[in-house]
């Protein structure tokens, strides 16, 4: 007989492992259903195991800087399978927390792949065979993988996903990053300082295209000094494959030109996981390989959710789980808040690290909204000068007529720490006056939100 529950989550990554635990929490009846890791893309192949490899890069940088602290390190090196082993103990060690967590909570953990079969009914594929699950409510948290576009294709050896550069063969001499969005240039980041010779394709008119143009711009700066080439307006035609080296054919300008390379990473999107699932049979709607949600994830189906990356950008581990607690809530007979998607904010943890939230300067005026626009850089900051790290920009956007903070912007050292004062401020839908009249301590880098809220109204006391 089929077991039956209130919820049913398929995938348990930071969506749907987060949405069992809060309908767990909530009285539900739950389980969750996950065919390949706990924990999903982001503890696996995602967030956490880049941030551990970003980590040592930056220990290695630091080390190599050892002079300018009046420290002596001599020999300074890395071992790669070393530095990769220890972002796999990472990763293992918070998918390990997630199945306790779920235990912990009383949820039901099937291991094997979910398809639906009709209204509330759900097949599962395990090791031990089928079997046949019931459910008043379904949750899609099936993720999504990374996108392939023909002639670049993944092949594990010369051209790498994200999955193959998290577990690299070998250390990339000449590499080309294709792509820099977050996911590409936190890749580019990490084997450039390691020492690779790396060039970054970017399709659009500059790198990490969704920030604000001048953050942009002086991020870029930063990855040139660091010795990265970066080509922007251009766009990998096609990749000659040969034994040991690639040869890209890269167009900008009109104009087409090779490159060789011993590796490539291609990293030029994501497409949702919708196949093999059943949508179809229920008449849930999908677009362009994501699933089609109104503002509570609802699929206009009867009982069935969608939430994360496979219901669309910003394809972000927050979003996900921030989706997945509305939904619990909802099934639990609460009327949670929907998601505000310009409340939600982006972090890179490229060298140097940006940050985001809300509008940028250019779409808030295209939005019709009058601007005052607050600057900062971190070279008027105390404590970013105490730890030798005074290259960086807090830019604020606020509505000249209301004083609400529209937008914030960052470049450089922790500012994917210190945005969040900034999402706070937005949750609270905070003017101009409350930023100004809150006490920072000092020294922090944060003191940096406050003068750069300051400076939009022409009071900044340190620049
Ligand atoms: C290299 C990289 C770095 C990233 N860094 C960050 C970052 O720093 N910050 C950030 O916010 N985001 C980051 N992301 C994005 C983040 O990983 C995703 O936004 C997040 O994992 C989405 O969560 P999710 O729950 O929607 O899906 P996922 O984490 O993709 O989990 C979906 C789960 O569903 C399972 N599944 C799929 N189909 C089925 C089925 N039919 N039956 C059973 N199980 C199924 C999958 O096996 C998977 O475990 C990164 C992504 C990548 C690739």
Redesign the pocket.
């Known amino acids: 007989m089929a077991q039956g529950f209130d919820m049913v989550v ?8 987060v949405c069992a635990i809060r309908g767990a929490q909530l009285g539900l009846k739950v389980a969750c ?15 956490i ?3 551990a490899l970003l980590r040592s890069a930056e220990v290695f940088h630091l080390m190599r800087r050892a002079k300018e602290f009046g420290l002596s390190a001599d020999k300074i090196g890395y071992d790669l399978g070393a530095v990769v082993s220890r972002s796999r103990g990472v990763a293992k060690q918070l998918a390990g927390g997630v199945g306790h967590l779920l235990k912990k909570n009383k949820v039901t953990v099937i291991m ?4 639906l079969t009709a209204h509330g009914r759900i097949s ?1 594929k395990t090791d031990k065979g089928t079997q046949e699950v019931t459910a008043k409510n379904i949750v899609l ?6 996108r392939e576009l023909p002639g670049l294709e993944p092949d594990g050896d010369l051209v790498w996903n ?1 999955k193959h ?2 577990q690299p063969p070998r250390m990339p001499k000449k590499l080309l990053v294709i792509g820099s969005g ?2 590409g240039i ?2 580019a980041s990490f084997f450039n300082t390691l020492g690779a010779d790396t060039t970054v394709v970017e399709v659009m008119d500059r790198v990490l295209p969704v920030e604000d143009a001048e953050i942009s711009a002086l991020a870029k700066k930063q990855f040139v000094k660091q010795g990265m080439t970066i080509l922007e307006k251009a766009a990998v035609k096609k990749l000659d494959r040969a034994k040991g080296r690639v040869t890209a054919h890269i167009e900008t300008g009109g104009k087409t030109q090779t490159h060789e390379f011993d590796t490539v990473i291609s990293a030029v999107g ?1 497409v949702g ?1 919708v196949e ?2 059943g949508l179809e049979t229920l008449g849930a709607k999908i677009d362009r390989s994501h699933v089609v949600t109104d503002e509570y994830c609802r699929t206009g189906v009867q009982g069935l959710y969608a ?5 669309g950008a910003p ?7 921030h989706e ?1 607690v509305m939904v619990a809530k909802l099934i639990a007979g609460q009327q949670p808040h929907p998601i505000k998607p310009n409340s939600i904010p ?4 490229c060298n140097p690290q940006v940050a985001s939230v809300g509008l940028t300067e250019e779409k808030a005026k295209a939005a019709g909204h009058k601007v005052k626009v607050g600057r900062f850089p971190f070279i008027g900051n105390g404590k970013a000068i105490a730890l030798g790290e005074p290259e960086g920009l807090i830019k604020t956007v606020f509505d000249a007529t209301t004083g609400e903070l529209l937008g914030a912007h960052m470049v450089g050292a922790e500012v994917t720490e210190l945005i969040q004062g900034y999402v706070v401020g937005r949750t609270l839908e905070t003017t101009e006056a409350e930023l100004m009249e809150t006490v920072f301590p000092h020294p922090t880098l944060s003191e940096m939100l406050h003068e750069a809220t300051l400076s939009a109204y022409g009071r900044a006391i340190h620049f």
């Open positions: 398929i995938g348990s990554g930071p969506g749907g492992y259903i996950e065919r390949e890791h706990l924990g999903g893309i982001c503890l696996n192949w995602g967030c195991p880049t941030k094997g792949e979910a398809t599962v948290a099936t993720g999504a993988r990374a994200y550069a998290l977050a996911i936190e890749f994501i996981n093999n699932l939430i994360g990356d496979v219901a394809w972000l581990a927050h979003k996900a789980s997945g982006g972090c890179t943890y």
